[in-house]
């Protein structure tokens, strides 16, 4: 055996003990993280799912027996309409969402670096303040006497009070408002990330501005936008302070119900049935959204080859 296969037979065991190490130590590292996420996350969840398995009593959960009832209970046209209303509330949520911070992530995206950093401070400084106080802020403005009816009305645009609280369109406002950075941030780094001369090369090739966003920049940036709105949509679905301040008991969705179920109504085995079936369809429609996304991605690459 020559010395240098003999060096390198000998420094093979080095180096995978030195990634063994490495491992050993990444584990450490990891492990308090497992722990938050097990003891605060999975450990709650499977005990909503271990309750919603059985019925309630005015002496609390029977433990004793076993029903899916509270599923069942759940295609009552009351609760379907709730998850229906939740279901369309996020979806548009999510669109406008998109629609509105592509533009935004493309303008800062071709600033200088500091004119870049003073923006995103500006589009982050109100999703900086508590949630609740940003809800509690639209209810201001957009109630029957607020900011938006009275400046309506002094223009003469309007002839009586827009009714907007307690409505859809409050909510939606509320959320695109709260979530934009969700959307906005994946997308400035994917934009950031292009590499200039391709526009120019497809210019320089004969394409139009118009042509090189859809041809070139668009498909190029779709999996930061597709994760921006998916992160977007489950955050829509979840979201309880802004429906409840804006939409109300008026506008009720899933966890707004879930609320009253678990603390007003005391029905800790139905609320756990929520709970899960929201999880549920939310991880159904994720799975669905990254397969399509997928299709068309190898759609887009066929089609360019």
């Given at each position: 055996m020559s010395l240098a296969r003999l060096g390198i037979a000998r420094a093979a065991p080095a180096r995978r003990a030195g990634r063994n190490g490495a491992g050993r130590s990444l584990a450490w590292l990891v492990a308090p993280l497992a722990l938050v996420m097990l003891g605060g996350y999975l450990a709650p969840l499977a005990q909503s799912l271990f309750g919603s398995l059985h019925p309630n009593t005015p002496a609390g959960i029977d433990t004793a027996r076993w029903t899916a009832a509270n599923y069942a209970r759940l295609a009552d046209p009351y609760y379907a309409g709730v998850f229906l209303r939740t279901l369309r509330v996020s979806l548009v949520i999510s669109l406008v969402t998109a629609v509105?911070?592509?533009?935004?992530?493309?303008?800062?995206?071709?600033?200088?670096?500091?004119?870049?950093?003073?923006?995103?401070?500006?589009?982050?400084?109100?999703?900086?303040?508590?949630?609740?106080?940003?809800?509690?802020?639209?209810?201001?403005?957009?109630?029957?006497?607020?900011?938006?009816?009275e400046v309506l009305l002094r223009l003469g645009l309007i002839d009586a009070p827009l009714h907007i609280m307690f409505t859809e369109l409050a909510i939606i406002i509320g959320l695109v408002h709260g979530h934009f950075m969700f959307v906005l941030l994946p997308l400035w780094v994917a934009l950031s990330g292009l590499d200039p001369n391709l526009r120019w090369a497809a210019g320089n090739l004969g394409a139009r501005p118009a042509q090189i966003f859809w041809r070139v920049t668009l498909p190029l940036t779709l999996p930061a936008l597709l994760a921006g709105a998916i992160i977007n949509f489950t955050m829509n679905m979840a979201a309880f302070a802004t429906p409840a301040i804006l939409g109300g008991s008026r506008v009720r969705v899933v966890s707004y119900v879930a609320y009253e179920v678990n603390l007003v109504e005391l029905n800790w085995p139905f609320g756990g049935a929520l709970a899960v079936a929201l999880l549920g369809i939310t991880l159904i429609l994720i799975a669905l959204a990254q397969r399509l996304a997928r299709a068309g991605g190898r759609a887009a690459t066929a089609e360019a080859a």
């Amino acid at each position: 055996m020559s010395l240098a296969r003999l060096g390198i037979a000998r420094a093979a065991p080095a180096r995978r003990a030195g990634r063994n190490g490495a491992g050993r130590s990444l584990a450490w590292l990891v492990a308090p993280l497992a722990l938050v996420m097990l003891g605060g996350y999975l450990a709650p969840l499977a005990q909503s799912l271990f309750g919603s398995l059985h019925p309630n009593t005015p002496a609390g959960i029977d433990t004793a027996r076993w029903t899916a009832a509270n599923y069942a209970r759940l295609a009552d046209p009351y609760y379907a309409g709730v998850f229906l209303r939740t279901l369309r509330v996020s979806l548009v949520i999510s669109l406008v969402t998109a629609v509105l911070a592509y533009p935004v992530a493309l303008y800062i995206s071709r600033l200088r670096p500091r004119a870049q950093a003073v923006m995103l401070l500006v589009y982050m400084a109100p999703w900086l303040v508590n949630v609740v106080v940003k809800a509690f802020g639209w209810s201001l403005l957009l109630r029957s006497n607020g900011v938006l009816n009275e400046v309506l009305l002094r223009l003469g645009l309007i002839d009586a009070p827009l009714h907007i609280m307690f409505t859809e369109l409050a909510i939606i406002i509320g959320l695109v408002h709260g979530h934009f950075m969700f959307v906005l941030l994946p997308l400035w780094v994917a934009l950031s990330g292009l590499d200039p001369n391709l526009r120019w090369a497809a210019g320089n090739l004969g394409a139009r501005p118009a042509q090189i966003f859809w041809r070139v920049t668009l498909p190029l940036t779709l999996p930061a936008l597709l994760a921006g709105a998916i992160i977007n949509f489950t955050m829509n679905m979840a979201a309880f302070a802004t429906p409840a301040i804006l939409g109300g008991s008026r506008v009720r969705v899933v966890s707004y119900v879930a609320y009253e179920v678990n603390l007003v109504e005391l029905n800790w085995p139905f609320g756990g049935a929520l709970a899960v079936a929201l999880l549920g369809i939310t991880l159904i429609l994720i799975a669905l959204a990254q397969r399509l996304a997928r299709a068309g991605g190898r759609a887009a690459t066929a089609e360019a080859a």
